[in-house]
């Protein structure tokens, strides 16, 4: 049995689309096939969270596991499961016993795939090649089976129904079911002379080579879908669809958050002290930014419009710089001389510059004694 789509992401069946983003960038983080690698109990893992959340990111996908869960009966789950209400309505109404054809179009089957991008890739978007194996439509027979020249004929059988009929006794009377033709397999035809390209199998499996165009803005856990790019459809039946899911790599000196991102830099006393202009690293390059004089450590300063492109729409997110005070190390005689007379000349209240820890510390006390 399936596990609950929201016991696999660990989310309350109230949850919000950016809690359920949340849980999954997570899980497909530590559940990576790329961080996991040979490890056959985390591939399962990462396909299991994937799967659910391809159905709860989605609206309608959401409200229809919501109603019916994994037992869907527009996905042909539930009532037409073998052994489930389904297979007994049709034993007695004329369906019945698993018989099913199989002659009509098919949809070809959803394929993914996960693509890894670096912090700037997925900032500034990118074109990448990717090799995706797949079924195709045989180009010999167009996917019929048959060798050129050549026809499928109408099964003598079951004529053409992929079904043939069996009369039961049992305890209630005789009762008819269907069975699935042995002679077609179901197809409702038969091929004579199988086509030489493909086996009869109207498919053959090539590999591709795709152009992705990945948007500036994109996210981790971020899924593309490329319409019809999936495994090839059966008796004409349409192509499924290819999704990309992206795995984005984390950087070494931005973290994101939204459409922003954050930073440290370190700074040095006297720069904190008399003010002074940095140089700091941002997604376009350096930029000049500047310290006042008196700049305490963890000051923020935001850097407008350096932050990550919006994926819909023009503008762009900022850049926080939180400002981290440095002490110096290994100094020579002189400059501790130098640093007891700034001491000394200078009262503790403004070596502190705002109040210091040990003076709120004191009023607190103070107040607490009345």
């Known amino acids: 049995m399936k596990r609950d789509n929201y016991e696999v992401l660990g989310v309350d069946r109230s949850a919000s689309e950016q809690e359920i983003k949340k849980a999954y960038r997570k899980?497909?983080?530590?559940?990576?096939p790329?961080?996991?690698?040979?490890?056959?109990?985390?591939?399962?893992?990462?396909?299991?969270?994937?799967?659910?959340?391809?159905?709860?990111?989605?609206?309608?996908k959401r409200a229809r596991y919501d109603q019916f869960g994994?037992?869907?009966?527009?996905?042909?789950?539930?009532?037409?499961?073998?052994?489930?209400?389904?297979?007994?309505?049709?034993?007695?109404?004329?369906?019945?016993?698993?018989?099913?054809?199989?002659?009509?179009?098919q949809r070809g089957a959803d394929l993914r795939y996960a693509m890894s991008l670096t912090f700037e890739e997925a900032v500034f978007g990118v074109e990448k090649e990717i090799q995706i194996p797949r079924d195709e439509t045989c180009t010999d027979c167009q996917g019929s089976g048959a060798a050129p020249g050549t026809h499928p004929t109408t099964c003598s059988q079951c004529h053409g129904s992929g079904q043939v009929k069996v009369l039961q006794r049992t305890p209630f009377g005789q009762i008819q079911t269907a069975r699935t033709c042995s002679a077609c397999q179901g197809?409702?035809?038969t091929?004579?002379?199988?086509?030489?390209?493909?086996?009869?199998?109207?498919?053959?499996?090539?590999?591709?080579?795709?152009?992705?165009?990945?948007?500036?803005?994109?996210?981790?856990?971020?899924?593309?879908?490329?319409?019809?790019d999936g495994e090839a459809g059966a008796k004409g039946g349409p192509s499924g669809d290819l999704y990309i899911i992206l795995q984005v790599k984390r950087h070494k000196f931005f973290e994101r958050e939204g459409n922003d991102v954050y930073c440290e830099v370190p700074i040095t006393f006297i720069q904190?002290?008399?003010?002074?202009?940095?140089?700091?690293?941002?997604?376009?390059?350096v930029v000049k930014m500047k310290i006042p004089e008196g700049t305490q450590t963890a000051t923020v300063?935001?850097?407008?419009?350096?932050?990550?492109?919006?994926?819909?729409?023009?503008?762009?997110?900022?850049?926080?710089?939180?400002?981290i005070l440095t002490?110096?190390?290994?100094?020579?005689?002189?400059?501790?001389?130098?640093?007891?007379?700034?001491?000394?000349?200078?009262?503790?209240?403004?070596q502190m510059g705002k109040k210091s820890v040990f003076e709120k510390f004191k009023e607190t006390l103070k107040d607490a004694m009345g």
């Open 27 to 32: 899980l497909a983080r530590q559940y990576h």
């Open 34 to 60: 790329d961080v996991n690698q040979g490890d056959k109990g985390a591939e399962e893992k990462f396909k299991e969270v994937t799967d659910a959340y391809d159905v709860l990111s989605d609206p309608e």
């Open 70 to 105: 994994h037992t869907d009966p527009s996905q042909g789950g539930g009532f037409g499961d073998a052994g489930g209400f389904g297979d007994i309505f049709d034993m007695f109404f004329g369906g019945g016993g698993g018989g099913q054809r199989r002659g009509g179009p």
């Open 187 to 189: 197809e409702g035809r």
């Open 191 to 228: 091929v004579s002379s199988p086509c030489s390209g493909c086996k009869g199998q109207g498919k053959v499996r090539k590999t591709r080579t795709i152009k992705i165009s990945i948007p500036q803005g994109s996210e981790d856990g971020l899924q593309l879908r490329l319409t019809g």
């Open 272 to 285: 904190a002290a008399l003010g002074a202009e940095i140089d700091v690293p941002t997604l376009d390059g």
């Open 301 to 323: 300063f935001r850097l407008k419009g350096h932050g990550i492109p919006h994926r819909r729409g023009s503008g762009r997110g900022d850049q926080h710089v939180r400002t």
């Open 327 to 350: 002490t110096p190390t290994k100094l020579n005689e002189k400059q501790k001389k130098l640093l007891r007379e700034f001491g000394d000349v200078t009262p503790e209240n403004q």
